[in-house]
T-cell receptor, first 107, second 114 residues
Framework: KNEVEQSPQNLTAQEGEFITINCSYS?????LHWLQQHPGGGIVSLFM???GKKKHGRLIATINIQEKHSSLHITASHPRDSAVYIC?????????FGAGTRLTVKP | KAGVTQTPRYLIKTRGQQVTLSCSPI?????VSWYQQTPGQGLQFLFE???????NKGNFPGRFSGRQFSNSRSEMNVSTLELGDSALYLC?????????????FGNGTRLTVT
């Protein structure tokens, strides 16, 4: 069983839609990271959070430590948001990754 | 500030050879962590170096090793290459522990083993 589960695996949206990607984990963590990977491989760190909520532009990340769950929201989605979004958790001197959510935003 | 630089970008090796990949972190960052990404296994953590010491290590065989220099630049080495080592290798730098500090990734080195 994976320690980190993401849903959905794939997501297609129309431009302007509100998007939610979910991440559940089964271990005690020190922090949770949301990463964005575009075709070609480069990874950008979007958020690192250990409690509460963070916002950056159209992106919002929340975490519920008691429920071991985090969500990444994208408001007013745009085709340039098309990418793979990966959740990662740090625990026990290790880091584990979700399988990623492939998001396609159509104009 | 310059970002994280990984060299080379692409590498082709044959089975049994060894390979060394390089990562230059953002100036002032003392932590460098390494990751392997394959289509089958996704992203996996290899190891982290901080102030020239390996601080954390993932579940990889001893053929995978690394080091960090006094200027925080890091190298990882894979010996006796296997076909399954074909992957995108990414490094990231951070100010503190990679587990709970914002990460800054390089563009990766794509290794193909034939």
């Amino acid at each position: 069983k994976n320690e980190v589960e993401q849903s959905p695996q794939n997501l297609t949206a129309q431009e302007g839609e509100f998007i939610t990607i979910n991440c559940s984990y089964s271990v005690g963590i020190s922090a949770l990271h949301w990463l964005q990977q575009h075709p070609g491989g480069g990874i950008v760190s979007l958020f690192m959070l250990s409690s509460g909520k963070k916002k950056h532009g159209r992106l919002i990340a929340t975490i519920n430590i008691q429920e071991k769950h985090s969500s990444l929201h994208i408001t007013a989605s745009h085709p340039r948001d098309s990418a793979v979004y990966i959740c990662a958790v740090g625990f026990n001197n290790d880091m584990r990754f979700g399988a990623g959510t492939r998001l396609t935003v159509k104009p | 500030k310059a970002g994280v630089t990984q060299t080379p970008r692409y590498l082709i090796k044959t089975r049994g050879q060894q390979v060394t990949l390089s990562c230059s972190p953002i100036s002032g960052h003392r932590s460098v962590s390494w990751y392997q990404q394959t289509p089958g296994q996704g992203l996996q953590f290899l190891f982290e170096y901080f102030s020239e010491t390996q601080r954390n290590k993932g579940n990889f065989p001893g053929r995978f090793s690394g080091r960090q220099f006094s200027n925080s630049r890091s190298e990882m080495n894979v010996s006796t290459l296997e076909l399954g080592d074909s992957a995108l290798y990414l490094c990231a730098s951070s100010l503190g522990n990679h587990l709970d500090s914002p990460l800054h990734f390089g563009n990766g080195t794509r290794l193909t083993v034939t």
